[in-house]
């Protein structure tokens, strides 16, 4: 329903720009978001950092590893290239019987095994095959005879396939070296254990006799304590993320749950607004949706207080015109003369046309705020509109009542609004001026634009040669069911609505009037006048 009071309690321009420029700095317009993928990259980039720093150092420990071994390699290559571990010319192969003792001889690390392979493939010897040393995990105890294996029956076939691929990678390795380049490469054994392998080939001169393969066992359990190593990395990432949900907990979801809280206690009617004043003071968009929510239920608490107030106002304002009617109804079967009926006829007539004003009026009232949210402003052409206007006075002037003269500008001013209402602002100044004017007056309309006031240079005045304005209602005169009036003139014939309703349209296209009075020279009182100031594009203050 509509009000001059119910207006927002907070001016956009006061909340809503520094809540802009706030947005400016914040990533994607969004304080939280940017905190939100802060902590997420932050974690990120701790296991990231941590993987690359892993894959570094499994790669440099691996490319560490095959040089060691290419070098023992070489070195023992070059020992079994020698006369003493060859015979045969001119076809030189390896002396099957001294190279074992060669094997015995030079010291193999434990975890590392060699083997040597003839020119065509066909393993020669395996440092396995003549070390004290039996390579392998322990055995488990015995158990009785009969007693069924645990071993499922896919676990030999899975054991067979993977010796099988074992031989595979390590004949291509040896095919490799054979055809004279050095091969280097990480594989799986028979066992199933990653190795780190390099075969050299063989050479007598320049003849390729076989080739030695050197393979190191140890590689998984180093890689087991580099991944041990990765362990502090993922620990710091899982805090972060844990104490990042913890953050976004305490500081985004409780407070949208206690925003929640607060709402539904404005809907059962605990509280008329919301009022959290550690979340409007946040610099983010929790502090912006508390503001918001504040503003709206303090707007809508004030909307119902003057809805409240104005149902009040109508109640009291129709009582007495119906208290008036009853009273000449009662008075009417006990009047005993013509005249005396004829007065409370006139009466009761005063009064019906009062009420029927004072209705019309509310309707009116009660239903500009759907009509300004609904009617969108566009063009307007100042002198056409109120040169129309004062031709309808003109056309339906009667003798005794006060003429309209429209004097307009000298250029065409046209305004971005609302012409129905604005239309009803100017009709309701023409008529309040009327009706206050003498028999035989004159209402002057004046459009003029003000070039000292950039902001409302637009100015509607609306001049009566009436008895003014008592200085101290200057400003009640705009409030609803004023109707002070002077002796002589006519009761009812307003409903005190008419400059409330002015006011409204007025501020809803984002300018004000205001009431003052004409004086001449000596001081005495000419008339009233009413000034519209209007900005060139009206910006409802509605929102």
């Given at each position: 329903m509509a009000s001059d009071t119910a207006t927002a309690k907070a001016d956009p321009s006061e909340k809503d720009a520094p809540s802009g420029r706030r947005r400016l700095g914040r990533f994607g317009g969004s304080?939280?978001?940017?905190?939100?993928?802060?902590?997420?990259?932050?974690?990120?980039?701790?296991?990231?950092?941590g993987a690359l720093a892993l894959n570094e150092w499994q790669r440099g420990l691996i490319e560490a590893r095959q040089e060691s071994l290419t070098a023992q390699a070489e070195l023992l290559a070059n020992v079994l290239a020698d006369e003493d571990y060859t015979v045969g010319e001119p076809t030189p192969s390896f002396n099957v019987q001294n190279v074992p003792g060669l094997f015995r001889d030079i010291f193999i690390p434990e975890g590392q095994r060699a083997r040597l392979f003839d020119i065509d493939g066909l393993i020669v010897l395996d440092s396995y095959a003549v070390t004290e040393a039996i390579p392998g995990n322990t055995l488990p105890d015995a158990r009785p005879a009969g007693t069924p294996s645990d071993e499922p029956p896919q676990a030999a076939e899975r054991t067979t396939r993977q010796v099988e691929e074992a031989r595979r990678q390590l004949a291509a390795e040896v095919e490799g070296a054979l055809g004279g380049q050095n091969q280097a490469s990480v594989r799986i054994n028979e066992s199933g254990d990653r190795v780190v392998s390099v075969s050299i080939p063989v050479r007598h001169v320049r003849q390729v006799l076989g080739v030695l393969t050197l393979e190191a066992g140890d590689v998984e359990a180093t890689l087991n304590a580099q991944r041990l190593a990765l362990m502090p990395f993922a620990l710091v990432a899982l805090t972060v993320n844990i104490l990042g949900s913890l953050v976004l907990y305490l500081f985004v979801a409780r407070p949208i749950m206690r925003l929640s809280v607060a709402a539904d206690a404005v809907r059962l009617q605990q509280a008329r607004a919301?009022?959290?004043?550690?979340?409007?003071?946040?610099?983010?968009?929790?502090?912006?949706?508390?503001?918001?929510?504040?503003?709206?239920?303090?707007?809508?608490?004030?909307?119902?207080?003057?809805i409240e107030a104005f149902a009040a106002d109508v109640s009291h304002e129709i009582k007495n015109p119906l208290t008036s009617i009853r009273s000449a109804l009662e008075t009417l079967p006990l009047v005993k003369t013509d005249a005396q009926r004829e007065k409370l006829t006139g009466l009761l007539q005063q009064d019906v046309r009062r009420l029927d004003r004072l209705i019309?009026?509310?309707?009116?009232?009660?239903?500009?705020?759907?009509?300004?949210?609904?009617?969108?402003?566009?063009?307007?052409?100042?002198?056409?509109?109120?040169?129309?206007?004062?031709?309808?006075?003109?056309?339906?002037?009667?003798?005794?009542?006060?003429?309209?003269?429209?004097?307009?500008?000298?250029?065409?001013?046209?305004?971005?609004?609302?012409?129905?209402?604005?239309?009803?602002?100017?009709?309701?100044?023409?008529?309040?001026?009327?009706?206050?004017?003498?028999?035989?007056?004159?209402?002057?309309?004046?459009?003029?634009r003000d070039p000292t006031d950039p902001d409302l240079p637009?100015?509607?005045?609306?001049?009566?040669?009436?008895?003014?304005?008592?200085?101290?209602?200057?400003?009640?005169?705009?409030?609803?069911?004023?109707?002070?009036?002077?002796?002589?003139?006519?009761?009812?014939?307003?409903?005190?609505?008419?400059?409330?309703?002015?006011?409204?349209?007025?501020?809803?296209?984002?300018?004000?009037?205001?009431?003052?009075?004409?004086?001449?020279?000596?001081?005495?009182?000419?008339?009233?006048?009413?000034?519209?100031?209007?900005?060139?594009?009206?910006?409802?203050?509605?929102?």
């Open positions: 304080r939280l978001g940017g905190f939100i993928l802060a902590l997420n990259l932050f974690s990120l980039l701790i296991l990231l950092g919301i009022s959290l004043p550690d979340l409007e003071g946040r610099k983010d968009e929790i502090g912006d949706l508390a503001r918001s929510l504040e503003t709206m239920t303090e707007t809508l608490s004030d909307r119902m207080d003057a019309t009026d509310i309707s009116n009232a009660s239903r500009l705020d759907a009509e300004l949210n609904r009617d969108r402003p566009r063009a307007v052409d100042l002198n056409l509109l109120l040169s129309e206007i004062a031709g309808v006075y003109a056309a339906g002037h009667r003798p005794g009542e006060a003429r309209v003269v429209f004097t307009p500008p000298s250029e065409p001013i046209r305004i971005t609004g609302r012409d129905g209402p604005l239309g009803q602002v100017f009709r309701n100044l023409i008529d309040n001026a009327r009706s206050f004017s003498p028999a035989g007056g004159e209402v002057r309309l004046v459009l003029r637009i100015r509607v005045i609306v001049d009566d040669d009436g008895p003014g304005i008592p200085a101290e209602n200057l400003e009640t005169v705009f409030e609803r069911f004023y109707t002070s009036r002077p002796r002589g003139t006519a009761f009812g014939a307003n409903s005190g609505l008419g400059l409330s309703i002015v006011r409204q349209i007025v501020e809803a296209h984002g300018g004000h009037v205001q009431a003052s009075n004409r004086t001449a020279a000596d001081g005495t009182v000419e008339g009233a006048r009413f000034e519209v100031a209007l900005p060139v594009i009206a910006q409802s203050r509605r929102g």
